[in-house]
């Protein structure tokens, strides 16, 4: 077993669940109007470091106890928080799977982000890096006692089928452009693939490969089609796609690289890690893509390291 490929519980859950089900959604916020005076009680009583500032249910900007005591040794408590506050922000959308809040924690090396709906931009949360812990850790132990449980099934499903040829294929559809269903064919393949009783390790491979490969069909084409073979000895997935094709294949395969449109990078995707992460999870990737034709991508992993689970 190649251990770069091998995942944790954490890594699978961060690609599956999202933002909104770890922030925070009872927060404080002041309005621009007010005088940076008046935060000293809130940070107090709330024990907290930044808030958030709203007009008229929509965020205007952050300001932060670092704020407060400058503006505490320049004597200017009551200037107006609008003049003090920070207004170049960087936000999460509260449906956006919880790696890349995790990303962007990573690269910004901040404390917390607003959260917001993507539907109307309004302010719906507060997320840190606890509640990403807490949250994650809570989720574990709801999932532990069912995985335990498909443990002592047979991994070796095909043992009892007397036939030249066999494998079981599972087919999902994707739409372009419908972020609101985007990964459900990564979470249906991993529902199935759990009952029928392989390897948490496999399964995990698995829905993080086909998750990155279905984002990429959701975000750049008109939309495709996922068909998963569960052989043997091993788990053969096809993606195909109706999308514009990858002009330069080799560049796409460089961990950042990235031709996302803007409205792609605004919805939270793009990060140039997709073809990338389904390369380093899969045994087997063959990815060959015409101009205006589509895209053709078939990954394997293979079963034989994992006959016996974790």
Known sequence: ???????????????????????KRNIATVNPTMS????????????ISGVPVV????????????DFIKCIEQRDINALIEDKMTTKLVTLFADESLVYAVLKFEEYGFGR??????????LVGIITKSDILRGVLNKLETVYHDEEERRYRAS??????VADDVFLKFQYYVEGKNFDKAGEAATGLKKTLYRLGLSPEIVRRASISTYEAEINIVAYT???????????????????DKGPGI??????????????????????????????????????MTLTSSIEKGTHLE?????????NGE
């Open 1 to 23: 077993m190649d251990k770069n490929r091998t995942t944790s519980k954490v890594q699978e859950l961060t690609f599956e669940m999202k933002v909104k089900d770890v922030m």
């Open 36 to 47: 940076v005076g008046s935060l000293r009680d809130i940070l107090q009583k709330k024990r």
């Open 55 to 66: 007009n008229d249910d929509k965020l205007v900007g952050i300001i932060s106890i670092e």
């Open 113 to 122: 982000f607003p959260v917001i709906s993507r539907k109307d931009k309004k």
């Open 156 to 161: 070796h499903i095909f043992n009892d089928i």
């Open 222 to 240: 008109e939309g495709g089609k996922i068909t998963a073979y569960l052989e043997p000895h091993q788990i053969r997935i096809v993606f195909t």
């Open 247 to 284: 002009p330069d294949v080799e560049k796409a395969m460089i961990s950042g690289f990235s031709t996302a449109p803007g409205w792609v990078r605004e919805l939270g995707f793009g990060a140039g890690m997709g073809l990338p992460n389904i390369k380093k999870f899969t045994d087997e």
């Open 299 to 307: 990954t394997i992993i293979k079963l034989s390291d994992y006959r």
